[in-house]
């Protein structure tokens, strides 16, 4: 069992940036593949980005590449997203999760789901 909680969401206006953490607890946090998605209002959850076990290979969503980098500390059981030049579409409910394999894009495919942090961007 892995029981995952993020932090750090809020309000900050267009082009600004945030960092959003998940911290793990549980169970071996390095055995895990980690990802975050994200779901809006009315809207299906969605990939953002995920991480290799170690932290060595990441993957991104279209929407957010080149403005959101993902990284984990495995040291510290935490996974991060840092989010920069925002976009009011980036507002969401975002929410980390573990899989016992790696590099998932399928939401189906994630063993483990963290509450969720809200990231409200305002134009």
């Known amino acids: 069992q892995v029981q995952l909680v993020e932090s750090g969401g809020g309000l900050v206006q267009a082009g600004g940036s945030l960092r959003i953490s998940c911290v793990a607890s549980?169970?071996?946090?390095?055995?895990?593949?980690m990802g975050w998605f994200r779901q809006a209002p009315e809207k299906e959850r969605e990939f953002v980005s995920h991480?290799?076990?170690?932290?060595?290979?990441?993957g991104y969503a279209d929407s957010v590449k080149g403005r959101f980098t993902i990284s984990r500390d495995n040291a510290k059981n935490t996974v991060y997203l840092q989010m920069n030049t925002l976009k009011p579409e980036d507002t969401a409910v975002y929410y980390c999760?573990?899989?016992?394999?790696?590099?998932?894009?399928?939401?189906?495919?994630?063993?483990?789901w963290g509450q969720g942090t809200q990231v409200t961007v305002s134009s």
């Open positions: 999760a573990a899989s016992l394999g790696e590099l998932r894009v399928s939401s189906a495919l994630y063993d483990y």
């Open positions: 549980g169970s071996t946090f390095s055995n895990f593949g």
């Open positions: 991480i290799s076990r170690s932290g060595g290979i990441t």
